[in-house]
Nanobody, 115 residues
């Protein structure tokens, strides 16, 4: 069974930075894309950033120019560098990986930005 392991997150003041990392393990099929969703209390989940296997990236308008998604050094790993964080970036961030067979999810990691 596919497993998604996340690291990073935490508490930071507004204007600060955090780095999230994600690793997809026990992958029996090739990954087509990976990315991050976030969900704030009382709000719908939002796709923050994604990257295809070909390297194409996409960002939510709210984070474009502040967040950068990139491949990690190890296979099937992903990083999300988050700069100039604002209180509205607070939420639970979940990594996902898409294959032809399924979308696998991580447990999520909390990001809290204080004003």
């Amino acid at each position: 069974q596919v497993q998604i392991l996340e690291s990073g997150g935490g508490l930071v003041q507004a204007g600060g930075s955090l780095r999230l990392s994600c690793a997809a393990i026990k992958m029996w099929f090739n990954i087509n894309s990976m990315g991050w969703f976030r969900q704030a209390p009382g709000k719908e989940p939002e796709l923050v950033a994604s990257m295809t296997s070909g390297g194409n990236t996409d960002y939510a308008d709210s984070v474009r120019g502040r967040f950068t998604i990139s491949r990690g050094n190890a296979k099937n790993t992903l990083n999300l560098q988050m700069n100039s964080l604002q209180p509205e970036d607070t939420g639970n961030y979940s990594c996902y990986a898409d294959t032809l067979r399924e979308r696998a999810w991580g447990q999520g990691t909390q990001v809290t930005v204080s004003s």
